[in-house]
Every structure is written in structure tokens, then in C-alpha cells.
């Protein structure tokens, strides 16, 4: 079993940046792929990056094509977070972020929701023009 808790949403202006966290808890975070996915209202839940363990102490980033060289997700498993990094945000943006946890491994359904058991509650990031 795997509890995710997201932080650090919040109100920021277009052009700005956040730094979204997901605490987990569990002993084997490490090898997770960890997602984060946004949901605005009336939309779908949509991907947005994952950090997908491969093997050993191999890492993989994929990142949603929206958010590509804006975004950066990362992993700290001595502390059992990941982070997302969001740079020259959008109003169209604005959603709440969820954090997710699945073992993925080499598989092409990273950004498939369906591919995740575990999720948190969500963070609201709010983006204003």
C-alpha cells in the first residue's frame, strides 16, 4: 500500500513557476514510476510527467508534449518525494495535480491513468492572466 500527499499548489501569474511535492509513504517508493497528472474542470485527467524506475538505479523522465523544456519532474527516494518543477506557467494551466504511483516499468501506457494504482488528493494550482 502506498499514501501519497501533494503540496505546494497554489495562486501564481502566467509566467511563473511552482514547485509541486508528493510525500509517499512505503518501503519500496523507489521503485515506482511516480506521475503527475492535472485535471481542470469539464477535462479529462490528463498526463503530465513521470519518473519511471528501469532497473537498478536507472530513472527514466517523460514528460507530456505540452510541457516539454517547462517542466521538470524529479525523485528523491531517501526523502520518498517527487517533485515537479513547473516554469512559465499558462492560465490554461489551471488545474488541480494529482500525484501517482504505479509499477510501469518499461511500459508504453506511462501516460494512461488506468497504468497508476495509487493516487493523492490533489493539489490546486491556479494560474491568473
Known amino acids: 500500500q502506498v499514501q501519497l500527499v501533494e503540496s505546494g499548489g497554489g495562486l501564481v501569474q502566467a509566467g511563473g513557476s511552482l514547485r509541486l511535492s508528493c510525500a509517499a509513504s512505503g518501503r519500496t517508493f523507489s521503485t515506482y514510476a511516480m506521475g503527475w497528472f492535472r485535471q481542470a474542470p469539464g477535462k479529462e485527467r490528463e498526463f503530465v510527467a513521470v519518473?519511471?524506475?528501469?532497473?537498478?538505479?536507472?530513472?527514466?523522465?517523460d514528460y507530456a508534449d505540452s510541457v516539454k523544456g517547462r517542466f521538470t519532474i524529479s525523485r528523491d527516494n531517501a526523502k520518498n518525494t517527487v517533485y515537479l518543477r513547473m516554469n512559465s506557467l499558462k492560465p490554461e494551466e489551471t488545474a488541480v495535480y494529482y500525484c501517482?504511483?504505479?509499477?510501469?516499468?518499461?511500459?508504453?501506457?506511462?501516460?494512461?491513468?488506468?497504468?497508476?494504482?495509487?493516487w493523492g488528493q490533489g493539489t490546486q494550482v491556479t494560474v491568473s492572466s
Open positions: 519518473v519511471r524506475w528501469l532497473s537498478g538505479s536507472t530513472y527514466y523522465a
Open positions: 501517482a504511483a504505479g509499477r510501469i516499468g518499461t511500459s508504453n501506457y506511462y501516460s494512461d491513468y488506468s497504468s497508476y494504482d495509487y
